[in-house]
Structures are given as structure tokens and as C-alpha cells.
């Protein structure tokens, strides 16, 4: 029974290209989250989505930065054009359900750094 | 907006004794939970314990427990017979009972010494 696989583990991006990390959910779990660690910081929420539903934006910067979780196959945190602000570690989790729920399941992480 | 604190930034523990992690938060909500999760160098995240607001027993597991204060917004985590493999980086988290999104303070570093 795997967990929440995150791909790439480690992704290097120079400035200006897009960076594309991946979460497979948990079998069952139809609810993603996202969430970035920036260096010596604890994580911080990005988005919540449902299969081909966004729920709560509320942490996603306003650019650059979208996500999306298809009918089929994993969801994607997409980052364009990055920075050197873009470093961090990006954590995804997933639940069987939404609101109400106590339990996340933590993905390993993406560190992605931007040179 | 609800805020959480972890005020050590680090802290140290020798093998077999007890260490108390500290960890305030603000929020104007009764029913919430609190979390705490270990984050070793592997950067997994692990959920250590949890509590329920409305629940006034202090959760535990194994050598871990809580101080759940609720008037005061406190909760902090207990380790007791301190192994080296708990050397890891301590979350406090808050979640709106409702809510679906957790809301971390910034870690404590716990180092372990033989």
C-alpha cells in the first residue's frame, strides 16, 4: 500500500524555466494538498484541490504558480519562469476526504533549487 | 488568522531522559485540533500525536505526550526516554475543526547525545 509518491525528489532549475512536480495520492484519497518549507521555516499552505477541482487557492502566489489535479493521473504543482525565491521544499499530502477530516498523509517532498 | 509559535528554535536531550517541546497558538475558534510532527533529515513528515480541542485528556503514544492547555493556547510535547532516533525537527500544526488546511509553526531542531 504505497504512500504519497512525490516526483522528482530533487529538481535543479536555472532561472526562467518552469519547474513541474508531481503527487500520486494515496490509493483512495481523492483529496491533494500542497504545501512549501522555505529554507529554516516550517510549511506554509499553498492549495487544495479535489480531482479536477480546486477548493482553496488561498496560499498560491497570485503568479507564476498554478496546480491541478486531473481526472486521471497525479496532481501537478507547476511553477513558471522560476526564481531563486522558487528554492524550498514543496510537500504534498492527501486525504480521503475534505473538510472534517483529521487525517493527511505527507508526501516525502520535492526540493527544488533554482540556480 | 491563526497563528502558531514554537519559541526554541533548538533544543538538546540526552539519551533515556525527557524533553518538553513548547508551542503556543491564537485562535478565536473552540474547536480545533493540534498537531505535532517529527521531521528527521529524510524530510518525510510524520505525525507524532494529535489532540481534539474539545477532548480535556491529554493525548498520548508510547513516550509521547501533550500538555494541552487550552485557556492559555498551549500544547506542548513531552518525549520521554529519549532515543536517538528521535533527533529530528519538531512541528506544531493547528487545523480549524472544519478547516482543511494545517497551519505550522517554524519547528524546533531536537538533537539527541549519546
Known amino acids: 500500500n504505497a504512500g504519497v509518491m512525490q516526483n522528482p525528489r530533487h529538481l535543479v532549475r536555472r532561472r526562467g524555466q518552469e519547474a513541474r512536480l508531481r503527487c500520486s495520492p494515496m490509493k483512495g484519497h481523492s483529496h491533494v494538498y500542497w504545501y512549501r518549507q522555505l529554507p529554516e521555516e516550517g510549511l506554509k499552505f499553498m492549495v487544495y484541490l479535489q480531482k479536477e477541482n480546486i477548493i482553496d487557492e488561498s496560499g498560491m502566489p497570485k503568479e507564476r504558480f498554478s496546480a491541478e489535479f486531473p481526472k486521471e493521473g497525479p496532481s501537478i504543482l507547476r511553477i513558471q519562469q522560476v526564481v531563486r525565491g522558487d528554492s524550498a521544499a514543496y510537500f504534498c499530502a492527501s486525504s480521503p476526504s475534505g473538510q472534517g477530516t483529521i487525517g493527511y498523509t505527507f508526501g516525502s517532498g520535492t526540493r527544488l533549487t533554482v540556480v | 488568522a491563526q497563528t502558531v509559535t514554537q519559541s526554541q528554535p533548538e533544543m538538546s536531550v540526552q539519551e533515556a531522559e525527557t524533553v518538553t517541546l513548547s508551542c503556543t497558538y491564537d485562535t478565536s475558534e473552540s474547536d480545533y485540533y493540534l498537531f505535532w510532527y517529527k521531521q528527521p533529515p529524510s524530510r518525510q513528515m510524520i505525525l507524532v500525536i494529535r489532540q481534539e480541542a474539545y477532548k480535556q485528556q491529554n493525548a498520548t503514544e508510547n513516550r509521547f505526550s501533550v500538555n494541552f492547555q487550552k485557556a492559555a493556547k498551549s500544547f506542548s510535547l513531552k518525549i520521554s526516554d529519549s532515543q536517538l532516533g528521535d533527533a529530528a525537527m519538531y512541528f506544531c500544526?493547528?487545523?480549524?475543526?472544519?478547516?482543511?488546511?494545517?497551519?505550522f509553526g517554524a519547528g524546533t531542531i531536537l538533537r539527541v547525545k549519546s
Open positions: 500544526a493547528y487545523r480549524r475543526e472544519y478547516g482543511n488546511k494545517l497551519v
